[in-house]
Structure formats: C-alpha cells, structure tokens
C-alpha cells in the first residue's frame, strides 16, 4: 500500500472524497465569481461611458463654428444641470482647435487623440479625485473642437461592490446547496458499505455464513466475493476440526463403555481383597474419562450449531427448570441436599437441547460442590427487559478474582474440591454465547455461595 492510498484509507472514504471535493468547488467559485465580476464590472463600464459620451455629443450639439471663433451655445443654467449628478462631481472643457479653452473647467487633464479616431476614453486625477472621462473631438466647416467630459468614479465604485455582494450570495448559497448534495449523495452512495460494515459487525464469530450480495455497489463485490471464499475456507476448516473432534470423541466412547461394562462385571463378582481398592480407582477415572469425552462431543455439537439460527425455536425457559431438576432429585436426596426451583414463565427464541445441556451443567456443577445437607435452588424469570436461567447455591463459592477464568476451557479453580474436566462452565458459555446472551457470575441472594445466571433476549410475540 503506497502512502498516498494508506492515507486514503485512514481517513475514510467519506471524508477523503468530501475534502477532494470541496477545495475544487471552492476554487470553482473564486474563479466564477473573478469572471463575472469581470464580465459585469466590463458591462458597467460601458454603460457609464456611455453616458459620458452622450454627455459630450449634447455639448457638440450646442457647438456654433464660424470663420472668426466657436461659440458655445449653452446657458450657464443648462451647464448647471450637465454638471449635476447625485453621487459624482461632473467636469468639462472645450477647446478650440487652438487649445484655448472656450467653456467649462480649466486645467481639466484629457487624452491625445491621433490619426481618424473620433474619441478617446481616458483616466487621471484631478483636484484629488479620480477621473474617467472622454475627449471628444468634433470637426465642422473645416474646423475643429476638442470637448473633456469627465466624472469621478464613486458611482463606478458603489455599482462594483454591489455587484460583488449579488454575486457571492447566490454563489456561496449554490455551492453551499451543491455541498449538501454532495454530502447525502456521498452517504446514500456509502450507504451500502455501512450496511455491509455492521453485518460483519454484528455476527458472532462462529457465523461464518456468506455474505449478501444482492445490494452490494459493483466497485465492491470483489471484496465481497473474497470475503465470502475466505468465509468458505474458514467453515472448511472448522467443520474439519468439528468432525474431528466429533469422531475422536465418538471413537473413544465405544472402548470406554466397553471398558466400564467389564468393570460393572467384575464388581458384581467379588474381587481378591487386595484389587478392591485398585478397581474402584480405574472405575472413577473411566467415569472421569466418559465424562471428559461427552462434554467434548458436546462442546464440538455447540460449536457447529453457532451459525444455524434457523432451528431455534420458542421455548419456555419455566418448563426446561420444571422437566431438568426433576432428573437430579435422586442425586440430592441421597446427599440431603435441598434441591428447588423458582420457575416463572418466560419464553425465548433457542436450540432446546442446548439450553437443557446449559442448564445441566450448572446443576451439576453445582451439585458436585455443594456440601452434604446444603441448597440449591434452579430459577427462571424475565429482569430488565431480558430472561435468565439461574442456579444459586450455599456452597464454598467462587473466589472473585476467578470468576472470569473458571469459564475458560480445562481451567479448575483453586479450592476445586472434586474431580472435573475443567469444561462445564466453558460449554455453558459457548451455549449462551450461540444464543446472543451472557453469563455471569452473582453474589448469592443471602449467605454465602455461587450464583450463575444466564441472561436472553425474551422473544418478541
């Protein structure tokens, strides 16, 4: 990636293209209005010159030639008025062929005329000011006359700023106008690409379905496509080491119910004295093991069943406490443990079988390391908007400091005081995870103990 591009990329496809944007359409503008101010004020000029040359033809109109002199046949009342004008001070002079002055300013400076030409515009200063004005010449009977008509500029410079004024409004209101069309235009455009940002963003990231192409901008769906393939090779590989895992632990399931048939014979016969001891041990790590290799088939099972939200279905979360803790009752009877439940109707979009296996890992776990004559109690409900499964009990507890990591896989607490795997509360974990939820770890409601609750989103009706 060139540095130019890695720019580009980190400023955003947005931002860049409004600042690519922009700098031209304000260059744009200077250069619109430097030549319409130009072509107007050129205008203006023109119309003001105009008037300064009719003003110099009603002079020559008024022009008298004879052989002797030239007279100006105009009243000092008429050369009033040529002189009056609300915003500009109005000069001018005539000459006679000779450069002596007949009427009008003295001293009022003009401009040479040579050859054919009729009139010659010309400016200067004069008593301070500047001029714009325009040396008429008139030729008559053989005679000549020089006419100086000449203005200040005030009205010239009142017309430039006004013009100014009603050109930049409406041009910074147009490309004010193009830029907000610019802007939505940008964003209806990227539109797509932020629909696509939070797809991707929203999924888990076991879901590793295709992407939809169907409102994908053409410019985009290489990337897409190569996402997609990418997607394709990742559920390859993951439904390899699902299948794996599946037939490892299927494999090995077989031998070992095999291997604890045998041992139930051999304890229904009566053991050498001195095996006793040596068959009870190999009995409980062949529990252990079975126990081990279901909760991987199981843990491979929730996995797999990450991206299918299609074979969830609505399920009460009062009825899954009701059907399970009956199932456990023999269990807790046998150590007294006082084992019930709180089941309040609420129902949820979920994988059944999941949710049941969920919930009876935490009854067992909870079973496992409660103490003889203890409590546990398995609830169901709706809390701020959201269902949970709970089971709490009076038990040793979980440390603090370890409850994020007893959700991690083959991890035993300290204080651990049975055998385990390690994987109870991490397939919980996946399992809530799959279903969009959370679980955590409470303080119990009195006493001391554990409570793990599991929180859902409640299914809409």
Request: glycine share 8%; charged share 25%; proline share 4%.
């Amino acid at each position: 990636m060139t540095p130019k591009t890695e720019s580009w990329a980190k400023s955003g496809i947005q931002r860049s293209l409004l600042t690519w944007l922009i700098g031209p359409l304000f260059l744009v503008l200077i250069l619109s209005l430097a030549s319409d101010y130009h072509i107007a004020h050129s205008r203006a000029d023109e119309a003001f010159d105009l008037a300064i040359a009719d003003a110099a033809q009603d002079i020559a109109s008024h022009l008298r030639f004879n052989e002797a002199s030239l007279l100006l046949d105009l009243s000092p009342q008429a050369q009033e008025v040529l002189r009056s004008d609300r915003y500009d001070a109005i000069y001018f002079a005539v000459y006679d062929a000779r450069g002596r002055l007949i009427a009008g300013s003295p001293d009022l400076p003009g401009a040479d005329i040579h050859g054919t030409q009729a009139s010659v515009f010309f400016d200067a200063r004069y008593l301070g000011k500047t001029i714009r004005g325009i040396n008429y010449r008139v030729v008559k009977s053989g005679a000549s006359a020089d006419i100086l008509v000449a203005e200040t500029i005030h009205k010239r410079e009142m017309d430039s700023q006004e013009t100014m004024l009603a050109m930049v409004a409406p041009n910074l209101l147009l490309i004010f106008i193009t830029l907000l069309l610019i802007y939505f235009g940008i964003r209806i455009s990227l539109k797509p690409l932020d629909d696509l940002r939070r797809e991707i963003e929203h999924r888990s990231p076991n879901d590793l379905g295709n992407l939809q192409t169907d409102y994908v901008p053409e410019e985009v769906l290489p990337l897409v496509a190569s996402l997609n393939r990418l997607f394709g090779l990742l559920r390859e590989s993951s439904e390899n080491q699902r299948r794996f895992l599946a037939d490892a632990a299927h494999q090995l399931r077989t031998p070992l119910t095999g291997l604890q048939t045998h041992l139930d014979l051999l304890g229904m016969s009566e053991p050498p004295p001195g095996n006793r001891e040596t068959l009870r041990h190999i009995d409980e790590a062949t529990g252990r093991i079975t126990h081990l290799v279901n909760q991987l088939l199981l843990l491979a099972r929730a996995d797999h069943t990450a991206s299918f939200g299609h074979i969830r279905r609505p399920t009460d979360l009062g009825r899954v406490v009701e059907s399970l803790v009956s199932g456990f009752l023999d269990r807790a009877i046998a150590r007294d443990i006082d084992l019930g439940f709180e089941a309040e109707p609420v129902e949820i979009f979920a994988v059944s079988w999941l949710l049941r296996e969920a919930l009876s890992n935490l009854i067992d776990n909870a079973l496992n390391y409660t103490q003889d004559g203890g409590r546990i109690t398995v609830r169901s409900g709706r809390e701020l908007g959201l269902a949970y499964l709970e089971v709490e009990d009076n038990g040793p507890g979980i440390p603090f400091e370890e409850r994020e990591r007893v959700f991690e896989r083959f991890y035993r607490p300290a204080n651990a005081v049975r055998e385990g795997s390690g994987l109870g509360l991490a397939i919980v974990r996946e399992i809530v995870r799959v279903h969009g939820g959370q679980v955590e770890i409470l303080d119990p409601v009195e006493g001391s103990g554990t409570r793990l609750r599991m929180r859902f989103k409640v299914s809409q009706a």
